[in-house]
T-cell receptor
Framework: SQTIHQWPATLVQPVGSPLSLECTVE??????LYWYRQAAGRGLQLLFY??????ISSEVPQNLSASRPQDRQFILSSKKLLLSDSGFYLC??????????????FGSGTRLTVV | GNSVTQMEGPVTLSEEAFLTINCTYT??????LFWYVQYPGEGLQLLLK?????DKGSNKGFEATYRKETTSFHLEKGSVQVSDSAVYFC???????????FGSGTKLNVKP
């Protein structure tokens, strides 16, 4: 069966420090991968999505970047965190070739607090 | 453009009350529609979906009917439980696209 792992679960980082959040998927090949952010009291914002290794699409200009060095690994990074980067970050995957019509499977999320 | 609009929360109900959470959408194509649920401190879980007009998605006592004429996908449950307390997200997916458009979420609080 397919599983998605996301870590760490919580993170407190000072302003200006770097960030690296990792997401891995098991039990499937060539998944579509996504990073979403949920700011406090707000909905989900798509940050990045990827349909293959080194194929990253950015949805919004921001202080973050994403990379996919391996087929089932998706990394969210920042060189210098801002206070506005605080939020709940969710990784998700969908079955390739279906357009996501079977829904996404989400990781358990990382709560990032920038202080 | 493509967007999803949900009713503002929080919604507070007593146990066994009837639930409706409104969701309407705007789409440039012919979307599939979804409801996701997020329990406190967790990621999102798929609750139900409908892929074409007049389809009804159902799961765990929740239902939603895809209404093309009113561009709506309202979530309903006949008798809510305390364990249903969560945030509910409506979402649309356009055919042949790889990304969802989510509503802002509606928080449901169910009191015993």
């Amino acid at each position: 069966s397919q599983t998605i792992h996301q870590w760490p679960a919580t993170l407190v980082q000072p302003v200006g420090s770097p960030l690296s959040l990792e997401c891995t998927v098991e039990g499937t090949s060539n998944p579509n991968l996504y990073w979403y952010r949920q700011a406090a009291g707000r909905g989900l914002q798509l940050l990045f999505y990827s349909i293959g290794i080194d194929q990253i699409s950015s949805e919004v200009p921001q202080n973050l970047s994403a990379s996919r060095p391996q087929d089932r690994q998706f990394i969210l990074s920042s060189k210098k965190l801002l206070l506005s980067d605080s939020g709940f970050y969710l990784c998700a995957w969908s079955v390739p070739g279906t357009g996501g019509n079977y829904g996404y499977t989400f990781g358990s999320g990382t709560r990032l607090t920038v202080v | 453009g493509n967007s999803v609009t949900q009713m503002e929360g929080p919604v507070t109900l007593s146990e066994e009350a009837f639930l409706t959470i409104n969701c309407t959408y705007t789409a440039t194509g012919y979307p599939s529609l979804f409801w996701y649920v997020q329990y406190p401190g967790e990621g999102l879980q798929l609750l139900l979906k409908a892929t074409k007009a007049d389809d009804k998605g159902s799961n765990k006592g929740f239902e939603a009917t895809y209404r093309k004429e009113t561009t709506s996908f309202h979530l309903e449950k006949g008798s809510v439980q305390v364990s249903d307390s969560a945030v509910y997200f409506c979402a649309l997916l356009l055919y042949n696209f790889n990304k969802f458009y989510f509503g802002s979420g509606t928080k449901l609080n169910v009191k015993p």
